[in-house]
């Protein structure tokens, strides 16, 4: 009985025990649902793609490395069984009984605590009536010894004795009923102290006990459930492994070198034997010296013919082709080359490749800006160029094209999705019984983020494809067009070089006229655009995306470039920052009489 503070942290630490397994099994399944979410990223990053049949393996090797590859993936799915299976059996399990057991635990301990005030209030009201019944008894004695003082005073009246002798019977009779009361709340202690003790508290410590040992039974069964729960896929993983050694035995050296040889054989015979060519003829002249020299003419013809027609391709399958002896060099020697009977065939030597290199090197170097010198600084520092200005402008032409048109496509998906979306949400909208118009929410949401970024993204390539436009357009007809610009925007200047009477807003002078050098117009595109207007954010733009503009609320941005219809407008701050923000997110001031400007790109 007086060890019930123990039985409470005994308690206290079994539910703390439990909870601590419940941890230990949840990072055990976060363990098991990473290590399978490794392997499939490692599977999905060893597969083949499937973007052409022609580059699909056909040797048994491959075959059978991509046998393990898919049973590897079987084997990750097992694994992500496991963690399930622990999840709900195990882990689930657990947190549900442990927020059973410590209401049951709370409502036993409470019981004890409840006993234990019940039996103290008796204690008390016992006490109370003995101290009441000691004091009356006290009281009662003086009584008396009064009574006998005066009694037995010849001085005192017959009044005074009478009255003495009432006084101790009252007190008397007092302390007879306190007495009485005592009794009854004594016998009424005893009776609950023996109930609460031999009673009461058993049967709490009883639970207690019960209630422990289910939590020790459910652990066990939790560590059984946890061991079960991986020897259940054990089958299944076998198999898996034993697919991978079937994969292994398949495996067929002897096919695959064959596949080797029927892929590269040519076909082709091999060279013959080459002539005896005697050059003593000349020393030791006869007769015969015309017939000798016009068989030797003779083979001097079918040798060249011979070597140089198996040249082309038939010979020299395992060394270096000769090299022919090139010209001098000159612009049409570079590609080709004449053989003794007239044919020509292609040639490449060391001296087209200095050729070109100094080519490339007396070349004016083609760089669009300072901005696209950073992005193509070196391809094996970095990453791959986005605006591909490590290519030639015609080459970066095409590329930049190509991915407007699949970006446009993406955009037509996506709003073509963001139209029947807002269909479906207006048939759920007036039929409320065919579905839920807020389940749609998220995904029209997506939708329009998935929107509004490819927007931004052809807006981007679409920028430089105009600069690559515009530079293999003749650089003469950009300078021109762009210094018509400046002069309209010129136009619209007060003398004082500003815009408009606004002390905040930004104040330019004339642009400075340079000469035509060849620095020119490569820092063409880093002219910045003139301002046509200010605006105000109505509220806070983050601008994590490349190409915008975060703001705050109540900030005023220059305008440089109007919303073309796309939802963004492009800004710049006072410091020179420029790039874009969401129209709907600004209100917006033009100047009079500066459309002309948004023009100039």
Not at 169 to 198: C, I, P, S, V, W
Not at 209 to 223: A, F, G, P, V
Not at 243 to 259: F, H, N, P, T, Y
Not at 328 to 346: E, R, V
Request: include cysteine; hydrophobic fraction near 30%; charged fraction near 30%.
């Amino acid at each position: 009985v007086d060890q019930f503070d123990s039985l409470d942290k005994h308690t206290q630490w079994g539910i703390d025990f439990l909870e601590r397994y419940a941890k230990f099994v949840k990072e055990r399944i976060e363990i098991e649902q990473n290590y399978a979410k490794q392997l499939r990223n490692l599977v999905k990053k060893y597969c083949p793609k499937r973007s052409s049949k022609d580059e699909e393996p056909r040797f048994t090797s491959c075959i059978a490395f991509f046998n393990i590859l898919n049973e590897l993936n079987d084997y990750a799915g097992q694994r992500e069984v496991v963690a399930e299976e622990m999840a709900h059996r195990v882990y689930g399990e657990l947190m549900r009984y442990a927020h059973d057991l410590k209401t049951e635990r709370k409502m036993h301990l409470q019981e004890g605590r409840k006993a234990q005030q019940y039996l103290d209030m008796c204690w008390k009201q016992m006490d109370n009536s003995k101290k009441k019944f000691e004091r009356e008894c006290r009281e009662a004695e003086k009584a008396q010894q009064s009574y006998e003082r005066l009694d037995n005073d010849t001085n005192a009246t017959k009044a005074d004795v009478e009255k003495a002798k009432q006084q101790l019977n009252l007190r008397t009779h007092m302390a007879d009923e306190n007495k009485n009361e005592y009794a009854a709340q004594l016998q009424n202690f005893n009776g609950e102290q023996h109930k609460h003790f031999y009673v009461v508290i058993p049967q709490i410590y009883k639970q207690l006990q019960e209630m422990d040992e289910r939590r020790t039974i459910k652990l066990s069964e939790c560590y059984r459930g946890f061991a079960d729960s991986e020897r259940k896929v054990i089958p299944i993983i076998s198999k898996c492994l034993e697919g991978m050694i079937l994969a292994a035995k398949s495996v067929d050296e002897r096919r695959d070198s064959q596949m080797v040889v029927d892929s590269f054989k040519s076909g082709f015979e091999p060279p013959g034997d080459f002539p005896f060519e005697d050059y003593s003829q000349h020393i030791y002249r006869t007769i015969s010296d015309g017939t000798i020299s016009a068989s030797k003419q003779e083979s001097g013809k079918v040798d060249a013919k011979t070597t140089v027609g198996k040249a082309k391709g038939k010979l020299w399958l395992f060394g270096k082709k000769p090299k022919p002896q090139s010209p001098p060099l000159t612009p049409t020697s570079l590609f080709t080359s004449s053989t003794p009977n007239g044919s020509q065939f292609l040639t490449f030597s060391i001296e087209p490749v200095h050729y070109c290199m100094n080519e490339i090197k007396t070349g004016k170097p083609r760089i669009p800006s300072f901005r696209s010198l950073k992005r193509g600084w070196s391809v094996k520092m970095g990453p791959a160029l986005e605006d591909f200005s490590h290519l030639p402008p015609e080459q970066r032409r095409k590329k930049l094209q190509q991915r407007i048109d699949e970006l446009n496509r993406e955009l037509q998906k996506e709003s073509d999705q963001k139209d029947a979306l807002n269909k479906m949400k207006d048939v759920y909208e007036k039929n409320p019984q065919m579905g839920d118009p807020g389940s749609l929410q998220p995904k029209l949401a997506e939708t329009m983020n998935n929107i509004d970024r490819l927007r931004m993204e052809i807006h981007k390539n679409e920028a430089w494809l105009s600069e690559v436009e515009g530079k293999t357009g003749g650089r003469g007809d950009r300078r021109h067009s762009s210094d018509i610009n400046h002069l309209v925007t010129q136009g619209r200047e007060s003398p004082e070089g500003s815009y408009t009477d606004d002390a905040n807003q930004e104040v330019r002078g004339p642009p400075q006229q340079h000469g035509h050098h060849e620095f020119d117009d490569e820092f063409e595109d880093d002219d910045p655009l003139p301002a046509i207007g200010h605006c105000k954010a109505i509220y806070p733009f983050d601008g994590h995306n490349e190409g915008t503009l975060a703001m705050k609320e109540g900030e005023v941005l220059y305008i440089i470039e109007e919303d073309k219809g796309d939802g963004w407008t492009r800004a710049r701050r006072q410091n020179g920052e420029e790039g874009y923000v969401p129209t709907s997110y600004i209100d917006v001031t033009l100047e009079k009489n500066s459309k002309g400007a948004v023009t100039y790109i």
